[in-house]
């Protein structure tokens, strides 16, 4: 079936330090789906980070950005300087195109940046 | 401002009690959905409502059922609260699912703890 796999956390960075997160995905409904990063905040809800629907583009947002890599099914969300602001918990998800009303999370990864 | 409320945020009940919770969105979305986390899982969806008096099963809706009676308003109904129902539920709206040009807009969750 369709599954997301994502770097498992909590993972710790000091601020400005540089910061990659694992996704990949297997869409066994369709060839290519589309794929999204979403950021909880402590007390919020889910936000969209960003997201590409377009194998082989870029998607970009508060300075993270991610490839849609169709070759080796990824979505790594990557930033090369955090700030303690961008501590919270990180989603990497897709929609089926053939189902879209359901949307695949990964099991998400806690991010700790240092002061 | 464009958003989904939930209510209560933090909630605690008996086991074999009802639970009641709320969502309302803005937005006049057709589509809304209700996903409960747990630690180390991902969002795993409840139920999708397409529309008015129009739902479907998610992942894993034993134990639980929805109301819909008006388009902005979606509850989610616990008959006889389990101790593992005990989670963090997340309601969320989306207009197209699943489509570039529309997101899925996440309330800030309701704590729930069944004791």
């Known amino acids: 079936g369709d599954s997301v796999t994502q770097t498992e956390g909590p993972v710790t960075v000091s601020e400005s330090e540089s910061l990659i997160i694992n996704c990949t995905y297997s869409a066994t409904s369709i060839a290519y789906p589309n794929l999204f990063w979403y950021v909880r905040y402590p007390g919020e809800g889910l936000q969209l980070l960003l997201k590409v629907i377009t194998a082989g583009q870029k998607g970009s947002s508060r300075g993270f950005e991610a490839t849609y890599n169709k070759e080796t099914t990824s979505f790594h969300l990557q930033k090369a300087s955090v700030q303690e602001s961008d501590s919270a918990v990180y989603y990497c998800a897709l929609v089926p195109d053939t189902n879209a009303y359901k949307v695949i999370f990964g099991k998400g990864t806690h991010l700790h940046v240092l002061p | 401002d464009m958003k989904v409320t939930q209510m209560p945020r933090y909630l605690i009940k008996r086991m074999g009690e009802n639970v009641l919770l709320e969502c309302g969105q803005d937005m006049s979305h057709e589509t809304m959905y209700w996903y409960r986390q747990d630690p180390g899982l991902g969002l795993q969806l409840i139920y999708i409502s397409y529309d008015v008096d129009s739902n479907s099963e998610g992942d894993i809706p034993k134990g639980y059922r929805v109301s819909r009676k008006k388009r902005e308003h979606f509850s989610l109904i616990l008959d006889s609260a389990k101790t593992n129902q005990t989670s963090v539920y997340f309601c969320?709206?989306?207009?197209?699912?699943?489509?570039?040009?529309?997101?899925?807009?996440f309330g800030s969750g309701t704590r729930l703890l069944v004791i």
């Open positions: 969320a709206s989306s207009l197209f699912p699943g489509q570039a040009n529309s997101d899925y807009t």
